[in-house]
């Protein structure tokens, strides 16, 4: 069953087996938007090796759509659940690493920015959200930057700002995925300065 298959999305959601699978524009299952197991799974048992779902090299066909449901049944024995160390990033390797890094340059923006500082955090954060490798996460982040209240020029005047704008952001992804929320007034600590105690 392909659900979601919508033109304005560069991508579809397709579910499987009650599995969703993200495809990427081409209709293959895509590396950086899915769990590795998911997509493991999706392409048949070897990620690593192969390089299009097992028969064909789209899900546009309910022939490949079935195929491929067959791969997620007979791979979800046989693959590993975590990403191996040595493999290209899945959704949550890409994520923790770019949230690093974003909270990083949240942590080393000046504490008062001048105009060109603000100009350059702002273009950077705005390309960011239009070539992030997964397509349905960027997606969601552009929306939520385009929200009145979280409108990022408001926020780039300083360190104390952008940095909990960029929580504020992070929570909201760990909203969406049932995650915990942080507490945003030691974001400081996590990034910068480390735990007090
Ligand atoms: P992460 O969420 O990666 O967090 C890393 C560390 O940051 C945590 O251990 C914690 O110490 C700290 N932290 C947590 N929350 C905050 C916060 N609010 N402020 C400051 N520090 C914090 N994954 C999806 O499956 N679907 C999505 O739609 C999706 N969208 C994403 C959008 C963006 C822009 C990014 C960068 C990532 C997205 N991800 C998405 C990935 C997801 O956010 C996680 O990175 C991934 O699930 C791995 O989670 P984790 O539990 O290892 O910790």
New binding site residues.
Partial sequence: KVDDATSAHPGRITTINGKTVILDKDGKPCRT?N?FSTFAAAMGTGAGKGNSPSTSSSFSSAATAAATATALTAAATTVPDTLPSDCPPD??????G???L??SLAATYPPSASVAEQNQMGTFMRI??RV?P?W???K??QGWMDRDENKLERYLGGRREFGDW??????E??K??G?D??D?SK?EE??LSGWKD
């Fill in positions: 938007c769990s959704v949550e390797a890409l994520g923790r770019t949230w690093t974003l909270h960011f959200a992030y997964c349905y996460c960027a969601d982040f960029m929580c504020r952001a992070h929570n992804v760990n969406k995925l995650k929320e942080f945003c974001w996590r990034w």
